[in-house]
């Protein structure tokens, strides 16, 4: 119904028999001037309404006004979707774990029906909160994910920096960034000649002592890891150890000791130790560690151990630096060490998307790599100053455990155990004219 027909409807019937009368026509004119608003609303709609908007170059304008700019396989239903969802989530706050979700969801669920795509397998049957939690009743439902603080694996810088050879009485600082108090992975790597024999390793910060009551040969690794499921108790502690050699993977467990209260040249005995193995502890802030070697009774280290734990003033001897009776002689490289732990990143979150079987348009091959662009840009306006945010995704993986072993290919003799003689030439028994003075002996 059009302006001009509501209008007469409204007045009384002997007003609007003539349709020459003055009034019809005065109607007439407001209907016309009626007629040409609506046409100057409808297209202030169609070019300031970004839902409503149908010609592209105004949805570039519209996207500016909030820094986005059109990628090049955007068309006017896919580009549409950024913008919507973006003011949606700035105008609601745009700091928060319910706005950045929010955002999320949207713009993903706007861009499979634009495209009319499966991005995220399961997207389109939940809300913008189901998205971010499991189903129970669909296990194979792989959820989006907002983790605030999420683990992050470091290893040691300064161990790296060396390759991993050290020396006895190593010592060097590692330093934890993350919220609290974590545990540390150790590896250590057999070197040649029973020089990694009684391998230890201390965090003098902490206090915590990690020992192998053996000897690694080359190649060797020892590797000392948070055990599966904890120890007894529920431990978050309790260590498991495992030695990787030619042969295979082994646990060795029980031949591992760990000691809560090391200080450095303090006698300690058996019975101070843990009662079950525990991983050593990585403070927050800076922790200084030690590497060192004792003897211990059945443990075939002769010349590679010493039978005193070190005090803090032992030193590797350097000319003109340290003290005469508070050094040794430099032993070399005696182990291969690597120290790993996890961190919970502070002031920090995550987005992880899950990229698994996916339907997509045909000739769309390039479209995740852009979307995902899309996506980690709006994210990186959606967080609050000084926080660091990120977009992972990930895709379908199979994980089937490996081991890496070395094999030599040579034979390796045992030493000889007794003395090998004298050296000498050759003696001849003596014969006139052919041997000489020298080199002869009279039978």
Known sequence: MTPRERMLDLLPPPYTIDPASVLVQLLDVLALELDAAAEDLDRVRRTHWVDLVYDLGDLDRLAALLGIERLSWEDLATFRARPVALARALLAGAVGPREIRGFVFDYLARAQDALRATLVPGLARYGAEGAFAPDPDVPAYRPLVLAENPPRLRRSGPLRARRGRVPYLFRWEERNRGMA???????????????????????????????????????????????????????????????????????????????????????????????????????????????????????????????????????????????????????????????????????????????????????????????????????????????????????????????????????????????????????????????????????
């Open 181 to 443: 108090e974590t545990v540390v992975t150790c590896t250590i790597t057999g070197m040649p000649d029973g020089r990694t024999a009684v391998p230890i390793v201390a965090n003098l910060t902490t206090g915590d002592l990690v020992g192998y009551g053996g000897v690694l040969g080359v190649g060797q690794r020892l590797r000392v890891e948070p055990a599966a499921g904890g120890g007894a108790g529920g431990e978050p502690r309790a260590a498991r150890a495992t030695l990787t050699t030619l042969h295979g993977e082994r646990d060795v467990t029980a031949r591992l000791f760990t000691f809560g209260g090391y200080l450095p040249g303090a006698v300690f005995t058996p019975a101070d130790l843990d009662p079950a193995p525990r991983l050593a502890r990585l403070a927050r802030g800076q922790n200084a560690f030690v590497y060192l070697s004792a003897g211990l009774f059945g443990v075939d280290g002769l010349d590679h151990v010493f039978f005193a734990i070190a005090g803090d003033d032992l030193r590797e001897g350097l000319f003109d630096r340290t003290g005469f009776d508070r050094s040794v002689f430099p032993s070399g490289t005696v182990a291969g060490l690597d120290l790993e732990w996890t961190e919970l990143e502070p002031a920090s979150f995550e987005v992880r998307v899950p990229r698994y079987v996916v339907i997509a348009p045909e000739g769309a091959e390039g479209i995740h790599a852009e979307l995902a662009d899309a996506l980690v840009a709006g994210v990186d306006r959606l967080h609050a100053a000084g926080v660091r945010a990120q977009v992972r995704f990930e895709p379908f993986v199979e994980a089937q455990g490996q081991a890496d072993t070395v094999q030599l290919p040579w034979v390796v003799l045992p030493p000889e155990g007794g003395p090998v003689g004298a050296v000498a030439r050759l003696d001849l028994g003596a014969r006139f004219g052919e041997s000489t003075f020298a080199t002869t002996r009279f039978e």
